[in-house]
């Protein structure tokens, strides 16, 4: 995960050859993550913690899908 951040400007904006199309599906997929979260109890401080931490995507969905599992 660290050589995609160092691979972002320190501004915190988008490279430039990222194009408008993929940033306004992955502000989509953020939108919709957030969403799921905050149904089964996680709030996007606590996902951004453990993306912080180094837990992968793919286990942050495990987990959240997880928690609705243990919530139902």
């Known amino acids: 995960m660290a050589t995609s951040q ?5 501004d915190g904006s988008l490279p430039k050859d990222f194009e408008e199309g993929e940033a306004m ?3 989509k ?5 957030v969403c ?4 089964v109890g996680v709030t996007p ?3 951004i913690s453990l993306l ?3 837990i992968s995507i ?6 959240l899908a997880s ?6």
Not at 6 to 10: G, V
Not at 36 to 39: K, M
Not at 58 to 63: K, P
């Open 36 to 39: 799921y979260g905050r149904r």
């Open 6 to 10: 160092a691979s972002q400007p320190k």
């Open 45 to 47: 401080e606590e996902m």
């Open 29 to 33: 997929v953020a939108d919709k993550l």
């Open 58 to 63: 793919r286990d942050l969905l495990a987990f």
């Open 67 to 72: 928690k609705s599992s243990a919530a139902a």
């Open 25 to 27: 599906m992955l502000a």
């Open 52 to 54: 912080d931490s180094g």
